[in-house]
């Protein structure tokens, strides 16, 4: 049983373009959650994903930022238009059965520079 | 497979007493950071504390503390005083120069 796959693990963006990652969540979880890992080593959260849902956004900036979870495939957070202040680790965990879950798992990150 | 191992998926304490989360790694570096992190309902990740692999002398920060055995690849952390507020998931993480990775969390309840 794989553990939530992310990919790609580092990825270069030029100013300007955007970014996809992809966060593929273990076998039979439904709930996604993204972080933004900060410099000073603190995990922010952005975003929670169940099945074809955004349950909380509370974390996400309000502009260029957006996260899906289709039926089919794995989530993905978009960034649009990506500046040199969006270079960061970002990771996404799943969970089976979301907040009364007591295990959730974590990917491997996504490093994301922007030059 | 995950290389950061958290064996107790939930732990319960009587408020004002002490608990330990248990936490173990694999890896063959030898610079490394290990971190506690504690992650309240709102899902924010809130840094706990944190060892640099070669200091031997265990992190420690007001009520939270570590015994770091190296050589065993364990990390406990340990919670004195437990108060309500400390009820929360709490997540183990290991990061070396490429990479990071997390335990799978211990669920801690504090009784009053």
């Known amino acids: 049983n794989a553990g939530v796959m992310q990919n790609p693990r580092h990825l270069v963006r030029r100013r300007g373009q955007e970014a996809r990652l992809r966060c593929s969540p273990m076998?039979?979880?439904?709930?996604v959650y993204w972080y933004r890992q900060l410099p000073e080593e603190g995990l922010k959260f952005m975003v929670y994903?169940?099945?074809?849902?955004?349950?909380?956004e509370s974390g996400m900036p309000k502009e260029r930022f957006s996260a899906e979870f289709p039926k089919e495939g794995p989530s993905i957070l978009r960034i649009q238009q990506v500046v040199r202040g969006d270079s960061a680790a970002y990771f996404c965990?799943?969970?089976?059965?979301?907040?009364?879950?007591?295990?959730?798992?974590f990917g491997q990150g996504t490093r994301l520079t922007v030059v | 497979a995950q290389t950061v191992t958290q064996s107790q998926p939930e732990m319960s304490v009587q408020e004002a007493e002490t608990v330990t989360l248990s936490c173990t790694y694999d890896?063959?570096?030898?610079?490394?950071?290990l971190f506690w992190y504690k992650q309240p309902p709102s899902r924010q990740m809130i840094l706990v504390i944190r060892?640099?692999?070669?200091?031997?002398q265990n992190a420690t920060e007001n009520r939270f503390s570590v015994n770091f055995q190296k050589a065993a690849k364990s990390f406990s952390l340990k919670i004195s005083d437990s108060q309500l507020g400390d009820a929360a998931m709490y997540f183990c993480?290991?990061?070396?120069?490429?990479?990071?990775?997390f335990g799978a969390g211990t669920r801690l309840t504090v009784k009053p």
């Open positions: 965990a799943s969970s089976r059965y979301g907040a009364s879950d007591s295990e959730a798992f």
């Open positions: 890896t063959s570096e030898s610079d490394y950071y």
């Open positions: 076998k039979g979880h439904s709930h």
């Open positions: 060892q640099e692999a070669y200091k031997q």
């Open positions: 994903l169940q099945k074809e849902n955004i349950i909380d």
């Open positions: 993480a290991y990061r070396s120069a490429e990479d990071m990775r």
